[in-house]
């Protein structure tokens, strides 16, 4: 039995234009990103319940706010898989550089957003707008909690030659917009005022037209045929479908968890709701610290016992050391000693060591043929040797399970005991 895919609902939020008020903002709803749910308006702080129940929030940017250029990029700027999350550093320069002569502002307070999929070897469309009001609108939602996933255009440049003309705005601010691969075309119509003649021959007899409900009689009568009416929540939300996103360069979204993650602990440590839980959290850490530091000096206490009896038991049996730097190599080294004045056999005498080297295999003293021995309390020393580096190394192997030590030191063999230092 095969499982639905849970609808997608969509919040589309139209940003203000600049030098306009923000305090009430737009919004469309849709549960499954084709159809209005709901239309109203806002602040950010409201909008944040909505955005709640939303799978996906888009940021509308008004077409009044965007200019469209068209630029050729020069060969290798794009870098490979190019796309709105992974900008070339240098591609911004780049764009300011071919767009300086056609802005009327300083491109370091422009915001630049270049089509998806872009050709590298082909003429790309650039959106530009005021960056400061852009990052100040993004901002606004961001600090009410709403993250936008993509921030697209209300109108974007089309591939071919326009079949469409829209009328929008009101009966006395009505505008004409078409979009084409030449851009997107916007023509104010004054109330009572003819067809404006920079609108296409083309576009007067043949395009389609469509029209807001508020001016759809104005339609009709300007293009003298009927105007198929589409409300504007949902000529907006029909906008979103679009591959164009204007989040690029330092406007990116980052990583969507870690946005999430951020969010939540800055909802954390702020919203008043959360603040029993903000004490609890902190109890909980101070007394992990407390807990810990506790321990630590328990467990360091007990070590400096453990050490002071060793010491005492040293001291006790052995009066005639002073200093005690090592306890349990000096006790060893007492203990040798010891064994050594009453005749007994000791593991630091040479006997212990030349039987330990006779059974441990070859190479076996025999054959290793030393020309010369020498012994220390401890220590042997075999000159003269033919050994390998590896047979002194599965010597040290099989010696250390008799608690020696062994090491070559260039033809010379060296044997210890391991309380030897």
Known sequence: MSRKTPPMTTLLITLAPPNAPATALDYVLSRDDHAVAAHASGTAAQLAAVAGTATQTIAMVPGSALSWHRVQLPAGTLPRGWGPQRQAPRLRAVLEGLLEDRLLDDPAQLHFAL????????????????????????????????????????????NQAATALWVTGSPDAAQLVWTDSEGVHTLPVAADQPLPRQL?????????????PAVAQRAEQLLHRQATIVPPAQRLLDATQTDWNLAQFDLARQNPWLTRVAAAATSFWTTAAWRPARWAALT???VQVLGLNAFAWRAQTQLEQQ??????????????????????LQMAREVAALQQAGGMASPRDLEALLGALGTSGPPTLPTLAPTALEFSAGELRLNGLQITPAQADALDQTLQAQGLRSHLNGATLVLQTRSTP
């Open 115 to 158: 089509q998806a999929p872009a050709q590298a070897d082909g003429a790309v469309w650039v959106a530009v707008c005021d960056r400061p009001w852009l990052r100040s609108a993004l901002q606004t939602l961001q600090q009410a909690g709403i993250t936008p996933d993509r921030v697209v255009p209300e109108w974007a440049p089309g």
């Open 200 to 212: 296409p021959d083309t576009l007067r007899a043949n395009a389609t037209l469509h029209a807001e």
């Open 284 to 286: 909980l850490a101070v």
């Open 307 to 328: 050490r002071a009896a060793i010491r005492n038991t040293l001291l006790a049996t052995f009066p005639q050391v002073t200093v005690v730097v090592d306890a349990p």
